[in-house]
């Protein structure tokens, strides 16, 4: 309850600052903000499509969104509306349209005509020079040619310096937000000029669309243009390979592989099979051969020394051989008249009956020794040796046709090899290809989703051209100036209150010396209540009386009352009259004893003297008023401090109390022992005097209505 008296009684004390202080900085405010530049607001919504778009890579719309991703998209595109590239190209658009569609004396939906005075002023000769006004494209070219990163050059500092209009500080307020959790976004501009705040909207909403597909486009342009590369590459291979292969079949006279592999391998069976069956003939008729030669010798060297025999019987060899080849090979290897394989058998029967007459010719006998008829054997010989020959052409046959199978294995041997490996490489490469265009086609429809949600960024509400400004800050300007005085007077009368250690009211005092406040002693108003003071001095020494009673003990003599300061100028000699004149107009008897009379501060009696009495005489009076010099230039001797009823520190409301003041005190409190020390301020206030002495004249209802809320009287009559 302490502490908020306080505070209520400090919001009294500084009311005038309170009320006068924030009135002036607001009218101030007010004054300082009539001719406030008005802004007007354009805004825009883009819908983007991110989160619910249809895509071309799930054929659908959007199931299970992703809002990592979604976020991440947003952020980005939020990222690209207000990066630097951006700005600076709607900066340079801005401009040249300003240039091209400016009038210097009628405002119209681009510029105001005092903007345009201003732009035209500060832009250089040379500048103005390359402004096209029939194409603003060329106007570009040339400004985008003209400038320079040099702080000199007039269009790059357009937007690098603090133009109001054109520079990165001035676009970079532009305000992009998401709306809550759609695909939606927000955007806000405002600028002192109506057309400057629609066409820089309008001119970034085409920009930020044009880097957006610029930087996401490049992310698959250069993968789709790899993969469209590398798929001619490998096309190329792929397309040399099979040549190659066509090549190298042609070459090898190769139809199907697998399938000549396989006949030649069904030959090579064949051929084994064969060659055994006439092997074993062979065989068989050279053993029968021998066996017969042994039992009819002089027959066969006959027969075999007949010049005519020998030549029937070559015959029939060389024709058994080329019906062996044909029957082997199936063609007519000797490419003569023989056509088909029965007239070389024709033929051969032919030779072999001839062969047969010549035999019968030459045998001259019919019988062997040993009775037994030649003649059949003679025939069984010659059956046999023809049997023989066509074994043996038969064999050479085969032996050609070995060393055939043996050329075709060689041959085919390396041919399969290389068609294999050729036949890797192409499948392979096939493999690759197909996978690089399974790649080339997805990167195709990734393209193609960025190009249909690049289409989906179109305005839902375009920029509308503002009729008329948004409403100024200037009302919160001068409530907020208000306010912040009002707290500022608040937070440096606490500092004060905390940290000030001027005595001013009772409750500092009490809160700097450790002594009771007897009382306050107001100071004299030279204006307002000037006519009241000498009831206020009333007031406040009959307050000091009643407080200094209750100290007196009269029946042990004179009571002795000693009116001390630290400094001069404290009002003790006023305070000790007063109380004086006082206690006199009440019929005590009363003695006033001051330094400045009697000047006994400096005696040597006084410095060793015990009590009073040693320097004064006195008999029947009630009480003694002592004043003593300042403590801080004399020291009082214990003494008189000790025999005295009351010892009374006089100090000032406007003083501060100091460290040598505190240190003086705590000197005082130890020479006066057990006797009492009380404070008494003087030079006070009117309100801070009536905390202690109740509310003082005049009596007004306002003034006693403050009164009775400063001492929380709130339900009292």
């Known amino acids: 309850m302490e502490i908020l008296s306080q505070i209520i009684r400090m919001l009294l004390r500084i009311k005038y600052w309170l009320i006068i202080t924030p009135l002036v900085t607001s009218i101030i405010a007010i004054y300082s903000t009539k001719n406030m530049t008005r802004q007007y607001e354009v805004s825009t919504t883009i819908y983007t499509g991110i989160a619910s778009g ?60 005092n903007n345009y005075r201003n732009l035209v002023r500060i832009t250089p000769k040379e500048v103005r020079e390359l402004i096209d006004k029939n194409s603003e494209e060329k106007t570009l070219e040339n400004l985008n040619n003209y400038e320079k990163a040099s ?66 486009f490049g992310e698959t342009n250069d993968v789709v243009e790899f993969f469209r590369n590398e798929l ?51 065989n068989s008729s050279r053993a029968l051969v021998s066996e017969l030669e042994k039992r009819i010798k002089d027959q066969v060297e006959m027969i075999a020394g007949n010049t005519q025999f020998l030549s029937k019987l070559s015959e029939i060899s060389r024709l058994k051989t080329t019906l062996a080849r044909s029957e082997v090979f199936n063609q007519d290897t000797l490419g003569i008249s023989f056509k088909t394989i029965e007239e070389y ?39 046999e040796t023809i049997k023989k020959e066509e074994a043996t052409a038969e064999l050479y046959v085969m032996d050609e046709v070995k060393k055939s199978l043996d050329e075709q294995y060689e041959f085919f041997s390396p041919v399969g090899a290389t068609l294999k490996r050729i036949e890797r490489d192409i499948t392979f490469t096939e493999q690759s290809y197909l996978s690089l265009l399974n790649s080339h086609n997805t990167a195709l429809m990734r393209q193609k989703t960025l190009q249909m949600n690049s289409a989906n960024l179109r305005p839902i509400n375009p920029p ?59 100071r004299k108003n030279k204006l307002r209540y000037k006519s009241l003071y000498r009831q206020y001095e009333k007031i406040a020494v009959n307050h000091l009386a009643n407080s200094i009673i209750p100290y007196l003990n009269p029946k042990q003599g004179p009571d002795i009352i000693n009116f001390i300061s630290t400094e001069e100028g404290t009002g003790k000699s006023l305070l000790m009259e007063q109380i004086h004149n006082y206690w006199k107009e009440r019929g005590l008897r009363v003695k006033s004893i001051s330094w400045h009379n009697h000047n006994f501060d400096k005696s040597r009696e006084f410095i060793l003297s015990s009590n009073l009495r040693d320097l004064f005489d006195y008999e029947n009076e009630d009480i003694i008023l002592v004043e003593h010099r300042p403590v801080i230039k004399s020291t009082i001797p214990a003494g008189l401090l000790k025999e005295a009823s009351l010892n009374i520190l006089v100090v000032r409301a406007d003083k501060v109390w100091r460290e040598i003041d505190r240190i003086a005190f705590e000197r005082l409190r130890v020479q006066s022992d057990q006797t009492p020390i009380g404070v008494y301020v003087t030079n006070a206030k009117r309100s801070a005097t009536e905390d202690i002495v109740g509310i003082m004249p005049p009596y007004s209802k306002f003034r006693m209505l403050a009164y009775k809320l400063s001492q929380f009287g709130l339900t009292s009559k």
């Open 54 to 113: 249809f895509t071309i890579e799930t054929g659908q719309e959007a199931g299970r969104v992703d809002w990592g991703s979604v976020n991440n998209g947003m952020d980005n595109l939020v990222a690209i509306i207000k990066s630097k590239s951006t700005l600076r190209n709607v900066s340079l658009r801005l401009y040249a349209q300003h240039m091209m569609y400016g009038d210097s004396l009628t405002d119209n939906n681009f510029i105001r005509a």
């Open 345 to 383: 058998k024709n033929k051969l029967e032919k030779a072999q009956k001839e062969l047969k007459v010549i035999s019968d010719d030459i045998l001259e006998k019919k019988y062997s020794k040993e009775g037994i008829s030649s003649s059949s054997f003679v025939e069984e010989w010659i059956k």
């Open 151 to 216: 702080p000199r050059n007039f269009v790059y500092g357009l937007f690098n310096w603090n133009h109001p209009h054109y520079c990165y500080n001035a676009l970079s307020r532009v305000d992009v937000k998401r709306i809550y959790s759609s695909d939606m976004l927000e955007i806000k501009y405002s600028a002192n000029d109506p057309g400057i705040a629609y066409n820089t909207l309008v001119l970034l909403n085409d920009e930020f669309v044009r880097q957006y597909k610029y930087l996401r």
């Open 464 to 522: 509308l051209f503002p009729v008329s400004p948004t409403p100024t800050k200037r009302k919160l300007i001068v409530i907020s100036t208000f306010v912040a005085t009002l707290v500022f007077i608040l937070v440096f009368f606490i500092f004060l209150e905390i940290f000030d250690r001027t005595v001013r009211d009772k409750a500092r005092a009490e809160r700097l010396i450790p002594a009771p406040v007897l009382g306050l002693f107001p």
């Open 232 to 282: 001619e590459k490998l096309s190329q291979k792929l397309r040399y390979s099979e040549d190659s292969l066509t090549r190298y079949s042609v070459r090898k006279k190769i139809i199907n592989y697998p399938e000549q592999a396989k006949h030649i391998t069904a030959l090579s069976r064949d051929y084994e099979l064969k060659y055994n069956d006439i092997l074993l003939k062979y």
